[in-house]
């Protein structure tokens, strides 16, 4: 497996009404962000960027990637309703919530 791959794909619908799409690895998440409106480039934004390009130069974990994309797709309203989240796994802090 690539090491860039996520482990679980991110689900989102970009268009409501349209196909649910599904973001693989942390370079899928970085083309939809770096399309994503200038004007809606917030903290969460800025975080799940510099995370995705983090992991692309060894600096951040893909799963902490994951978890920033996933932050910033609930919170901009992109994350599909059916997407499912693994609950956290035994030892973690914390885990995310849909």
Known sequence: MDRLQFE????????PGQPVEEIYSVEQALDLLQTWP??????????AFNACFGATV??????????AFM????????LARDMMVPRKRPGEARGLRA
């Open 8 to 15: 679980v794909p991110v689900r989102i619908a970009p268009v």
């Open 38 to 47: 200038v004007r809606r480039k917030g903290p969460t934004y800025q975080a």
């Open 58 to 67: 060894d600096i951040v974990e893909t799963e902490d990637a994951w978890r």
């Open 71 to 78: 932050a910033f797709c609930r919170v901009s309203g992109l």
